[in-house]
């Protein structure tokens, strides 16, 4: 039976009953057995058989990226600087029309790199070709929520066929790898699935005990196109259809109204947020202080990597607690204690994983990274979670653990091979261009 010892470390644990303290670690049987202040005790030593020197090392949960489209990597940079509907319609979905099951394989191996990297232990992804994403994800150790994204702009037959691969893809997926893969149904949003199909797969959902994800509100465009076409606003229009009467998370919701915040708020629906995705195709800014005011719980998002255009949740978390301030003249609107729950506590509710992961307690997985704070960017050491929020980046990571297993080794990846998936996903990307 293997145990880990991290000791001499500082640990950040999201929990308020002990927030932050200096001392030990142990993990065992993928759980974090035992934790205190300190020096660990004799008999802790003489149990580990491995041990951490955490000397200059902060110890936190793992971030959790709520919503993305990973194997997006291929798509990088290739159509920067414009609007949402002519990106989607005349780059992103020609493109991805091209994308084979072993495309998106590496793909979403070159996010799953990244991703590793930068602190990122639990991810939400959407997309085609989701088989190939669990396999890798299984391989790579990540934890992850996925869905096969379906688009409903096609004919009945291929709709009942997307369904039903969708369904197919839960009951084959939904708590494999050792329970690090669950599985969401997602109709990608409500302007791209009729109102009927919308309710297939809310059945579909219910049927399985799975929680529903899909795009919402994103952009002013969507709202208005929405009101146009079915009488009412996106949230009403989803509410009516069933979506939001179980576990349910929605992307962006950036463009509410009051009424809008208290009935999610009410239905307990989740939002993820994606700030630097919002911003980049200049979608809007996000109610979210108002939302946390309501009481609704908000995640964070990096989107796919073809409109942030990196995976760095730490990215993710500064700009949310800067934004907010900068939009509201309030600097208290998202303060850095808040904002790193977004990425971890929050994100983890947003996903049912509540109580598994999001904190560093007695029992939960030892999903837990690693940041080097001997760099002078942490000094003086002051307020660590201020230090994480603004000044941390995903580079500072050098150790990452998901159910115990050790997935990045002083800053290099243990279950992927780096070179070889950029190298894939080059040649991948320059045949999709062609």
């Known amino acids: 039976m293997t145990r880990l010892l991290i000791k001499q470390g500082t640990f950040v644990t999201i929990d308020e009953n002990l927030p932050e303290f200096q001392g030990w670690l142990a993990v065992e049987n993928g759980k974090i057995a035992a934790m205190g202040e300190g020096e660990a005790p004799q008999e802790e030593t003489a149990r580990a058989t491995e041990t951490v020197d955490g000397k200059g090392l902060l110890f936190m949960p793992g971030l959790v990226n709520t919503h993305g489209h990973a194997a997006m990597t291929l798509l990088r940079g290739m159509a920067d600087d414009l609007v949402l509907q002519d990106w989607l319609q005349n780059h992103m979905w020609p493109t991805e029309a091209k994308f ?8 979403s191996a070159l996010a799953a790199v990244e991703m590793i990297k930068s602190g990122t232990t639990t991810f939400v992804d959407m997309y085609d070709h989701s088989r190939r994403v669990a396999e890798m994800t299984e391989a790579s150790g990540l934890r992850a929520s996925l869905a096969r994204g379906v688009i409903g702009l096609c004919s009945e037959e291929e709709q009942k066929a997307k369904l039903e691969d969708a369904i197919r893809f839960a009951r084959e997926w939904h708590g494999q790898a050792d329970d690090r893969i669950r599985v969401m149904i997602s109709p990608h949003a409500p302007y791209t699935c009729p109102p009927d199909f919308i309710l297939k797969f809310v059945e579909a959902a219910r049927e399985l005990n799975v929680p529903l994800h899909t795009h919402m509100s994103e952009t002013l465009a969507e709202v208005e196109q929405n009101v146009r076409d079915y009488g009412c606003r996106p949230v009403e229009h989803l509410d009516r259809l069933g979506v939001f009467g179980g576990p349910a998370l929605v992307a962006h919701a950036v463009h509410l109204n009051d009424e809008e915040i208290a009935l999610l708020a009410e239905r307990k629906v989740a939002v993820s947020h994606n700030p630097i995705s919002n911003l980049k195709l200049a979608s809007g800014v996000a109610r979210v202080p108002d939302l946390l005011k309501a ?11 073809a409109s942030n255009n990196n995976l760095d949740l730490f990215q993710e978390m500064t700009t949310a607690a800067l934004l907010h301030k900068g939009v509201s003249g309030d600097p208290t609107a998202v303060p850095a204690t808040e904002a790193l729950r977004m990425a971890t506590l929050y994100g983890a509710r947003s996903i049912g994983l509540e109580g598994v992961v999001g904190q560093l307690k007695v029992g939960f997985k030892a999903d837990l990274i690693a940041v080097n704070i001997a760099q002078a960017h942490f000094v003086p050491r002051t307020d660590y979670v201020s230090h994480l929020v603004y000044s941390a980046r995903g580079s500072d990571v050098v150790h990452v653990w998901v159910d115990g297993k050790q997935l990045l080794r002083d800053g290099r ?3 992927l091979d780096e070179e070889k998936i950029m190298a894939e996903a080059e040649s991948r990307y320059r045949r999709l261009r062609a």
């Open 100 to 107: 084979t099951g072993d495309d998106v394989y590496w793909g």
């Open 295 to 305: 009481g609704v719980t908000v995640s964070l998002g990096t989107d796919g990597a």
């Open 413 to 415: 990846p243990t279950t």
